[in-house]
């Protein structure tokens, strides 16, 4: 299990050197730190089913995962979940009388 002292390491050769070669052509270069920083929170989003968003989001609110990992993991999609347990917990609420629906 990794711990917080774990450095992310890759074995990327190819993408170490083409990153070399884009920075080289740019004044200033390239922060390949952040790109890779980046890059990994978007993957780490794309990997993640829809099942387990909303395990992260429910270890988030049980005070198991820190706010810094769920908004990695989910990113705006924090916010749009919270948005939606409010809707549906409030038209749980609305009462049905006098709604008819036709078969």
Same mark, same amino acid.
């Given at each position: &299990?990794?711990?917080?002292?774990?450095?992310?390491? #890759? %074995?990327?050769?190819?993408?170490?050197?083409?990153?070399?070669?884009?920075?080289? &052509? *740019?004044?200033?270069?390239?922060?390949?730190?952040?790109?890779?920083?980046?890059?990994?929170?978007?993957?780490? %989003?794309?990997?993640?089913?829809?099942?387990? %968003?909303?395990?992260?989001?429910?270890?988030?609110?049980?005070?198991?995962?820190?706010?810094?990992?769920?908004?990695?993991?989910?990113?705006?999609?924090?916010?749009?979940?919270? *948005?939606? %347990?409010?809707?549906?917990?409030?038209?749980?609420?609305?009462?049905?009388?006098?709604? #008819?629906?036709?078969?």
């Amino acid at each position: &299990m990794a711990t917080s002292n774990d450095k992310i390491q #890759f %074995r990327g050769a190819d993408e170490k050197r083409a990153s070399q070669r884009l920075s080289e &052509m *740019r004044l200033g270069g390239i922060n390949i730190s952040e790109l890779a920083r980046e890059g990994l929170k978007e993957k780490l %989003r794309e990997v993640l089913s829809n099942e387990e %968003r909303v395990e992260l989001h429910q270890q988030y609110l049980d005070g198991e995962l820190d706010e810094g990992v769920a908004k990695v993991l989910i990113g705006d999609l924090l916010e749009d979940i919270e *948005r939606e %347990r409010e809707a549906v917990g409030k038209a749980e609420t609305l009462s049905t009388d006098g709604v #008819f629906q036709n078969e």
